[in-house]
């Protein structure tokens, strides 16, 4: 299998990628930093390939490009990279330039990867779309706080559901994944450890051809939207 993941370099796209190494998966690990990439890369073993990423660039084409030229195509799509967990922020006064850079990070990212990347995923027989989200995303249990953040994520859950049935035909399975309270960068101290995040999109990533798809999961168990 061959599979791609944004933001690697560090938190819960670092784990993912050893995860699915593991699993005998080709790992491309994708940063906005090669250097990053490489070094990160370099501490998962031969079978994870650094590659330039940042998701809100051209980056997009040329890996799109770099991907068809040495493996022909693309199995998992695992869009992890997300920035501005904005909890200085309430909706009612938000800075709505900031709304915007979430959005063009959290949500137009994993759009952009998936236009640009959809020729290679309808190339394998078991093509998985992971889009990596969180339970504050759910209107159901919405409250306030963290508006740029939150907005970007159920936006990115819309996403998820008319990619999935849209894609229905060609069986690539699109998936939300929420990965849990995690001790990272973004989560803070706390949280619960890294590779129990990570194994929340792993199983997403991973799922049988006969699996879910256009649902919203946290530990392979369905969340409300
Ligand atoms: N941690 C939690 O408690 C939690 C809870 C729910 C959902 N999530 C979600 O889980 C995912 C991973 O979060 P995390 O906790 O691992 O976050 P993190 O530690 O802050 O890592 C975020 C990653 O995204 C990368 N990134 C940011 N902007 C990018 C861009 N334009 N292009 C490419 N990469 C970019 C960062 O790269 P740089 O190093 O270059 O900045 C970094 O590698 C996110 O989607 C997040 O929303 C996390």
Not at 46 to 63: I, Y
Not at 98 to 112: I, S
Request: net charge neutral.
């Amino acid at each position: 299998m061959i599979s791609l993941v944004t933001g690697a370099n560090r938190g819960i796209g670092l784990e993912v990628c050893g995860q699915l190494a593991a699993l005998g998966h080709t790992v491309l690990l994708t940063a906005r930093s090669l250097e990053a990439a490489t070094a990160a890369a370099g501490r998962l073993g031969p079978t994870v390939h650094p590659l330039r990423l940042d998701v809100t660039s051209d980056d997009v084409s040329t890996v799109a490009r770099e991907v068809a030229e040495r493996f022909g195509r693309l199995d998992v799509l695992v869009n992890n990279a997300a920035v501005t967990y904005d909890t200085w922020q309430r909706a009612a006064t938000a800075d709505l330039r900031v709304v915007g850079q979430a959005a063009e990070t959290n949500l137009y990212g994993p759009w952009r990867l998936v236009q640009a990347l959809l020729p290679l995923l309808c190339k394998s027989a078991h093509a998985r779309i992971v889009n990596v989200s969180s339970e504050v995303a759910s209107l159901t249990n919405m409250g306030g706080g963290t508006p740029a953040y939150n907005a970007s994520k159920v936006a990115l859950n819309a996403l998820t559901r008319m990619l999935a049935a849209e894609l229905r035909a060609e069986k690539i399975l699109v998936n939300a994944v929420c990965p849990g309270w995690v001790a990272t960068d973004m989560g803070g101290p706390g949280g619960r450890p890294v590779a129990d995040g990570a194994a929340s999109v792993v199983w997403a990533a991973t799922l049988p051809d006969h699996g879910p798809t256009g649902g919203f999961f946290r530990d392979g168990r369905p969340l409300p939207w």
